[in-house]
Each structure stands twice: as structure tokens, then as C-alpha cells.
């Protein structure tokens, strides 16, 4: 109940996301591994895998739960009690209908077995319940030597057969659970009050040392140990996004073509940088995304992963448009934008601004659906600008190409580019199967990986003043190869249809969860904004609430009338409130609980 503020609108989430459903599929009978790598896993540096757990959280704990197990004087009931738990706590994490059930019946990698802190927890508890009970005699620093030694030497023994841990782990976590339970033992022992203080102090830090230790080693494995260019990244990618907001105040969405952390083949999984630097972007990782964003967002070119994020490492400058991306921060030149030269550049990224944005809130008298009724990006993008517009618009048009197989059965594609600035190339190699050594050139002007994890599938293809012709390269094997698609991009009449709409965009006050402003039409139109139709938004037009219809597959319309017509979007997390209101009320039980329980005491 306590938790219920965070708990609530968090199910709410996960349940809507686009892998809200339960993977029943993965439910088998069978286990990640062996109960027994727990113990060798709890060694200084180690991390967890698929078939090994990792609860290192200090010598303490696990000496005292060996300690709890062979000591005479814990109770056999109290020693079924923690055997059983032991037992419980492991089935979570290595039987596969429990592990599943704590990871929400979904396919959970990369950080394996993240609920694992409620078995350190138990260990924690357990000592904290032996050592509270202690009487500091002869037998209790008995029983402490030989959790001590059992620890030790199953640890040596699973090391023979097992090796899941380094000879250098096992030296450190063998020399400090001796030292620390060494100086425990001294610390109980010791008669003279200073000494006992002083040795106490000792154990204290010989416990922040081997913890310290353990922190340092895991933040080897996971990150670069040099921070000398995430420092620098960080202060000038942030001082290059202040100078743009600077530089525009107005509301926009920013792309960029590269991030700090990139794989040797140009890809990466780092599209979260949009929320470290406070802009908006069409870019975004998170473990349970939108359903409709994504489908939305890959139909316009910006191929999902995993249904988890959108892969965005190149413009697709008409979707982009759609999308309200007013910028790009790009490591080469785009044909159409134009440089920012008042904004540095920094990161190897140059800001280029895009003159075909649309607004992100503009009227249009057509009644626009942009139904995603194909799977095909050049041809949706057509229907949909020809919505905007009106009538038929065919903004990409089909380019002719050659297609040369190589010796090794890798392809070649030449292109005719006409040699137009008004015109920008694009395309699309439809894989069937993945291979994690597949690349492309695109033109000798970048490469990038391709037809595998967090590849494009949609790119770019920048050409330079005065070429006739463009090649892409790519190592993908023929018999992979299903289908190709190379289109270009007519820029002048992007421009044509982009100018008149962003002629009624609306000037509405953008806050977070508050979205408000007036919008004047001589006549009856639509309201339409690039905003998600989510449960939270309570939409008001001239004070009346309305539910708002949809375009695209999951942005806002709004039919208004002739005149002036306020409109205000107020959006509240759901079940956010119901949450707050559970919390207070355990509180306030929590509280009269603690007080009736007092007053039992003090009368009896």
C-alpha cells in the first residue's frame, strides 16, 4: 500500500506498452542453472549471468547464514526456516516459471535477474537475526570460524569444478572474508574497551573496503574506466543544445545522426540522450514503449527493435518533417538543410535546420486519417502528404539502380542520382534473416551496419556536388536479400506542401503536462497536433471537454469552429492520484497501528 503511488500508474504503463502481453511461450519446466553457482558467484567483481546469480553484499552475510546453519543453538525450527527460504529465494531466481513470474512473464536480458536484491536482502536479514541474538561466548565465535571455513572452502571447491569465478576473485574475496571475520571475531573477544573500539573502527572500514572493492570491479566490467570523454561529451553536447534553444525558443523536435556510444559498425543503443540534455526528439529507449508510437514511427522509416526502441541514426527528412524535427545534429551534410553557423560545432556534430518542419500544432481543413494501411515507407509518406495537401502528391518516386553480384555473393547497387539538389536519396534493403557481420558503404560517405541488432533498415544516401552516380556496397548475402527499394525525395514540392501548412501553425504555450493557447479559423477546420492520444490528456475546446480523435494511428485532431476557440490539454500520470491517495491512507494506518500497539504495551 505504501508503495501504491508508484506501483499503480507503473502497472498502468507496463500493461499498455508494446510488450504488455505475457510471453507464455517461455514458460517451461527447467532451470537457469545450478543452485550451487550462487556460492561461487559470491565473490568480489563477479556479476550476474544467465545461469548464476551474483548476491556479493559483504563477508558479514554469508558467514553469519553459514554461522546460522551449523551453529548448535540456532533452533532446528528456525534452521527448517531458513533452509526453506534459502530454497524459495533461489527457485525465483533459477526455476523458469518463478524467474518468469518475477520478470513479468517477459524475456528479460542484458541485466539478468534484476529482483535479485530481495535475495541479498534475505541474507542480510538472516545475519542481522544471528548476530542480534549473539551472546558472545566461546561457542558463538566457534560457530562463526566455521561459517567462516565452510564459506571458504566450498567456495575452493566449486572453483575446482566450476570456474565461473578468476583466480584473482576468489584470492580477494577469500583474503578479505578471513580478515573481516578476523577482526570480528577480535572485536567480540576483546575485554579492553579501547582496543575493542579501535578494532571495531577496523572492521567497519575492512567492510567498506571489501564492498568498495566489489563496486570498483563491477564498474570495470560495465563501463570504460577512462571518463575523460564522457566528461567532455556531456559539457559540450549540453553547451551545444543550450546555444540552439537559444538560438530558437520556439517548440520543435531535434534528430541526431550520431550518439556518444557507438559500436565499430556505426550502430548503437544509446537514444536516451534526448532525456539527458532536456529536448525532444522522435528517439527513445525504453524497455515497454508505446505500441502505436512505434508501429508509427517504423512505417515512417525508423525501423523497432525489439519493441523497445526506434532505430534513428540517419534523417528521413519527409517523415522527419511530419514528425516536427526542426533540426538535425549530424556528422556530415544533409542535402536540403541549411547550417546553423552561429552554433558551434562540437561532438563532430554540426546543427543543420530543416525548412520543411511542420509545426507542432497547426490547423487544416482536411479531414486527415493517414491510416497505416501499408507497410511500404515511401508509399505511406505519398498518402499522407497527400491528405495535407489535398490531392495526389508523390513526394518519393521509385529511382532506377543496377545490381552487380560479387565473386564472394555479396551485392553491389548503382544508382542514378540526375544530379539534382532539389532531390534526396533513399533506401531500403529488406532482409530475411540477420547476420552479425553484415555492413553497407553508403556511398563511401559513411558506413554502418546493417540487417542485424539495432541496425536501420531505411537509410540516407548523401551525395556529393557534381555526382552522376552512387554506389552502395553491402556484404549481405544475396540468398538474405528479399527485396529493394531506392527512392528519391522531391524537395521542391516538399517545400511546396510544407510552407502552407507551417503558414496556419498555432502558437500554443508547450509546459510540461499543460498545453494551451486560442486559435482563430474563418471557417470550420481541424486542430491537429504531432501529441499521442493517451489516457491523462483531458482536452478542453472553449471549456467544454471533448475526446480527441485520431490521425496517423495515434496523434491528436480536433475538429474546431469558425472563430476564436481556446484550447486547453492538461495531462495527469493515470492512476497517479488513486496511488497518492492509497499511500497517505497505509500511513495513516501504519501510524494508528503503532500507536494501539503502544498502548497494549504500556497497559500490560
Not at 552561429?342 to 482536411?366: C, D, E, H, Q, W
Not at 506542401?497 to 504555450?509: D, G, M, W
Request: charged share 15%; glycine share 4%; proline share 3%.
Amino acid at each position: 500500500m505504501l508503495s501504491a503511488c508508484l506501483l499503480l500508474p507503473t502497472i498502468y504503463a507496463l500493461k499498455n506498452g508494446a510488450r504488455g502481453a505475457f510471453d507464455w511461450s517461455l514458460l517451461k519446466n527447467a532451470f537457469n542453472g545450478s543452485f550451487l553457482t550462487t556460492i561461487e558467484k559470491y565473490s568480489i567483481g563477479t556479476s550476474s549471468t544467465i545461469d548464476g546469480v551474483a548476491l556479493y553484499c559483504g563477508s558479514l552475510p554469508i558467514v553469519a547464514v553459514f554461522a546460522s546453519i551449523l551453529s548448535h543453538k540456532v533452533t532446528i525450527r528456525k534452521k527448517i526456516v531458513i533452509l526453506t527460504m534459502t530454497t524459495i529465494v533461489l527457485a525465483i531466481i533459477y526455476w523458469i516459471p518463478f524467474s518468469l513470474l518475477f520478470s513479468l512473464m517477459k524475456q528479460v536480458d542484458s541485466y539478468w535477474y534484476r529482483y535479485s536484491y530481495v535475495a541479498s536482502f534475505f541474507l542480510i536479514f538472516v545475519a542481522a537475526e544471528y548476530f542480534s541474538n549473539l551472546h558472545f561466548d566461546k561457542e558463538d565465535l566457534m560457530d562463526i570460524i566455521k561459517g567462516c571455513f565452510s564459506f571458504a572452502a566450498i567456495l575452493i571447491l566449486l572453483y575446482q569444478f566450476k570456474n565461473y569465478i578468476t583466480i584473482n576473485q576468489l584470492k580477494a574475496t577469500l583474503i578479505t572474508v578471513i580478515i573481516t571475520t578476523f577482526l570480528l571475531l577480535l572485536s567480540i573477544s576483546l575485554k579492553n574497551s579501547k582496543l575493542k573500539k579501535l578494532v571495531t573502527v577496523g572492521l567497519i572500514f575492512s567492510v567498506i573496503f571489501e564492498l568498495g572493492l566489489n563496486a570498483k570491479q563491477l564498474w570495470l566490467i560495465s563501463t570504460n574506466p577512462d571518463i575523460s570523454y564522457y566528461k567532455g561529451y556531456v559539457s559540450h553536447q549540453q553547451k551545444q543544445i543550450d546555444a540552439l534553444k537559444k538560438y530558437d525558443s520556439s517548440n520543435y523536435r531535434i534528430l541526431q545522426t550520431s550518439s556518444r556510444q557507438k559500436t565499430k559498425d556505426n550502430l548503437t543503443a544509446n537514444y536516451n540522450e534526448a532525456l539527458a540534455f532536456n529536448y525532444w526528439s522522435p528517439a527513445g529507449y525504453v524497455s515497454n514503449m508505446n505500441p502505436k508510437q512505434l508501429e508509427l514511427l517504423s512505417l515512417l522509416g525508423h525501423r523497432t527493435e525489439q519493441e523497445r526502441m526506434s532505430i534513428v541514426n540517419s534523417p528521413v527528412l519527409a517523415s522527419d518533417s511530419l514528425l516536427g524535427v526542426k533540426y538535425i545534429l549530424s556528422d556530415y551534410k544533409i542535402n536540403g538543410l541549411h547550417k546553423v553557423r552561429s552554433i558551434k560545432r562540437v561532438n563532430g556534430k554540426t546543427v543543420y535546420k530543416n525548412p520543411y518542419y511542420l509545426p507542432m500544432a497547426f490547423t487544416n481543413p482536411m479531414n486527415i486519417t493517414a491510416n497505416l494501411n501499408t507497410w511500404n515507407t515511401f508509399e505511406y509518406t505519398n498518402s499522407f502528404y497527400t491528405e495535407l495537401a489535398g490531392k495526389k502528391l508523390n513526394l518519393y518516386e521509385p529511382v532506377r539502380y543496377t545490381t552487380r553480384t560479387n565473386p564472394n555473393g555479396t551485392i553491389s547497387y548503382t544508382l542514378n542520382s540526375k544530379n539534382k539538389k532539389s532531390l534526396q536519396l533513399y533506401g531500403n534493403i529488406i532482409w530475411s534473416q540477420s547476420n552479425n557481420g553484415n555492413q553497407i558503404n553508403v556511398n563511401n560517405v559513411y558506413s554502418t551496419g546493417y540487417a542485424k541488432w539495432l541496425s536501420p533498415s531505411l537509410f540516407y544516401i548523401p551525395t556529393g556536388d557534381g555526382q552522376q552516380q552512387v554506389t552502395i556496397n553491402t556484404n549481405i548475402q544475396q540468398s538474405a536479400i528479399t527485396a529493394q527499394q531506392f527512392y528519391s525525395l522531391n524537395l521542391q514540392k516538399l517545400k511546396k506542401i510544407t510552407r502552407k501548412i507551417q503558414q496556419k501553425s498555432q502558437n500554443l504555450s508547450f509546459k510540461d503536462g499543460n498545453i494551451k493557447g486560442t486559435i482563430y479559423s474563418k471557417e470550420n477546420t481541424y486542430f491537429y497536433s504531432t501529441i499521442s492520444v493517451e489516457r491523462g490528456w483531458t482536452v478542453k475546446v472553449n471549456g467544454k471537454v471533448i475526446h480527441p480523435q485520431v490521425f496517423a494511428g495515434t496523434f491528436m485532431k480536433l475538429p474546431i469552429k469558425a472563430g476564436n476557440n481556446k484550447i486547453s490539454m492538461t495531462y495527469k500520470t493515470p492512476y497517479l492520484g488513486l496511488g497518492i491517495i492509497i499511500s497517505i491512507l497505509s500511513i495513516i494506518l501504519i501510524i494508528i497501528y503503532l500507536i494501539v500497539i503502544k498502548k497494549c504495551i504500556n497497559k500490560f
